[in-house]
């Protein structure tokens, strides 16, 4: 009886795991919030001011809490995220740029 329950526990978490973390990584989030300006790292808005890790060095965002700082409070014409995203999702966002820019977003 136990073994059943066990297998229909693991079951219902296999089945629903993936969507809740589609909905929530980082790199969803990335997709849905920022690659509209920022697909692979780039930044079409302005040339300069990339997410590789050059631009990011160059222009101060070498930690996460200046990137998580950028995004909560935006920039020129980029605009603040904190009426849209949560501080965790921030924070998230953040760790997940500076990720891909040491590799360089290959
Ligand atoms: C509407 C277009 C747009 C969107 C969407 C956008 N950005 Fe930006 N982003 C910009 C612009 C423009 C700048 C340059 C701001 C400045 O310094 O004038 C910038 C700058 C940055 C920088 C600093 C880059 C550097 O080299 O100085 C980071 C990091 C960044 N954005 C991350 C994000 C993240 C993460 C998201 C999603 C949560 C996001 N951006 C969404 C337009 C956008």
Redesign the pocket.
Known sequence: MLKIIAIALSAIFLFTSPAWAAESSPSKL?EL??A???ANGG?I??RG???KLK??EK?G?TTIDA?AN??TNG?????A?KERLSETEIQS??QY?LDRANQDWK
């Open positions: 990335f919030q920022c509209g300006c920022h930044n808005v302005r001011k990339t997410l631009a990011l222009n965002y990137i950028l995004i920039k020129g014409n980029m605009s995220y966002v953040a740029v």
